[in-house]
């Protein structure tokens, strides 16, 4: 709620739960609506191609804010998600001859699948108990996938056919600008199933039991099937995220899906905001910049001062430590939360409160 | 045999540098009830500390222990106070997340000033071989890590049981509340645990270094420390030896008689089992939960 709120003044119950309530939240989804459409035909490709990381990131990033933000499972296995779902929809996709949107709804159906199963223990312990359990996990994914030699060909890592289903067909030179549209398209959809899913039941029961599982379970919230749920659906936005990245990047490693990735995630969500979707939104952009940011503006150092660029991942990861650190010190509610008071001092001016 | 004496006596020496990794974690979440991520970063840190001051700094080897226990006793100190204390009752995911920060930022830290190449480092244990039966001979510093250990963790159970310091952080880690009321200063008790956990990490840190390499690796050995606290109990000391010499001695059975590659995950499936079975571990305190 923002700070001007003075009360509660819905006269019916479809205008409370409406997602927008004033005129100036639609004036900006509109101006957030023309930015979207206008951003392919005003950088080139290198940015657009980040841009289309950072759309994978969103839905990745979105999924791990329902289990971690939302439900306050805290999970470490996001890494091992996203390789069930890419090696699942390459495989059925290469393999199997299923077209490309139908073998990633079933990447997005295992990978939930999956959740599931490695959420089990989540029915016993929790907090940090969970967070180790879900580190064996991540580990354990990722054995089985490097050393599986069916996902693989040959000695090469696991190549996937350009995207086409139906007429449509990807091509060389607009594979940036199609992407963008059908990933854009992706990630606008599963930010509003996110968004809608915690104006429904199942998506408050999650929030008791992040709040307090006890007493949640006290007032009649049945806390296995919302935990077991939750893993679920995380992990099945996990698995889009990692089905359109195998069909994005072409080929599925195990190299990608390693525990950095999970902490990667991880720091998208708390730099974002914990239990925010447009907080999740907000780290993956964030995360996803600040390399390719540091990048560009270290290199032109790179003349005067060899180390620099040679050091460069050292100084990357320094960063990467140091931002979520600091988010953790100075704002533990994230970037969302920073908007807000953004938008609070705005209105409030000249006042301070 | 041969072997199986070879297997156990490398395992044994890596479950004792497990287990000084595991008791400067298991102090922390003891005390401050933190789940500290950043363990294997602290064996890495304390590896590279004593190389510079052995090597780069060319110091006496003892000079150079002396110094790099203070750079540890120092650096624990600062991420305690700097770090951790601002986050004192804040949720476990935050507290969890931050010392996952940390560790990034340790390891990247270590990686400019060293570089990613292992460094080479003079032997700091004799290697001579030691025969053990007529048709086995190992390394004499896998040896000498498990005396080393066995005197470091002796020290720390005395000194948990009869000075003042260590009575103290046994009453915080009993109850914080109680702890302050009879006069204990709890921020006190939390620095010296941040403290000695470092300085036992930066033990068990030259000690692999030394059997190994040093090299980013002694970060990822870290990791290993998890498993060795869950099978041992989060908040057991005795468990961390318990827990340390079986991940040790089960990894290297793996290893040796199936298949190396398997044996990194071998602790790993070995915690979820545990996880389902006992989530408290062997030694750990059972924890009831109330709204």
Redesign the interface.
Known sequence: MAATSTGVYFTSYRRELALRHTRAEYARLVLVAVALVALPYTIDFYWLSIVNTILIATIGAVGLNIL?GFT?Q?SLGQGGFLAVGAFSSALLYQRADLPAPLSIACAVVITAGAGALFGL?AL??K???L???T???Q??IV?VAR?WEFLRDGASPLTVDRLHFGGFEITRELFEWQWYWILLTCAVLSVLAARNLFRSGLGRSFMAVRD?D??AS?IGVNVTRAKITAFAVSSGFVGFAGALSAHYTETVTWESFTLEVS?LY??MI?VGG?GSIAGAVYGAIFMMLVPVLLNEFLVPFGDDFPQVVS?L??????V??????LF??FE?RGLDRIWQRVKDYVRFWPFRY | MNTFLNLTVYGLSDGAILALAALGFVLIYKSTSVINFAQGELLLIGGYTVYSTFVVFGMPLVLAVVVGVGIAILLGLLIERLVLRPLIGENPISVIMVTIGLAALLRAVIQLIFGTRPVSQPDLMPRTPVQLAPDTFVPLNRLLVVAVAAVVLVAFTLFFRRSRHGIAMRAVADDQQAALTVGISVRRVFALAWALAAVSALVGGVMLADVTEVSGRLATFGLLVFPVVILGGLDSVPGTIIGGLTIGLSAQYVSGYWDPGLAQIAPYVLLVAILLVRPYGLFGETRIERV
């Open positions: 971690v306050g805290i223990p016993r312990i907090g940090l108990y967070a180790i359990a580190l064996a996990s580990e354990i054995f050393r307090q006890i007493a006290a902490i991880l720091a708390i914990l050091r991942p050292a100084i990357e990861n320094a990467f430590g140091l931002v979520i650190i953790l010190l533990a």
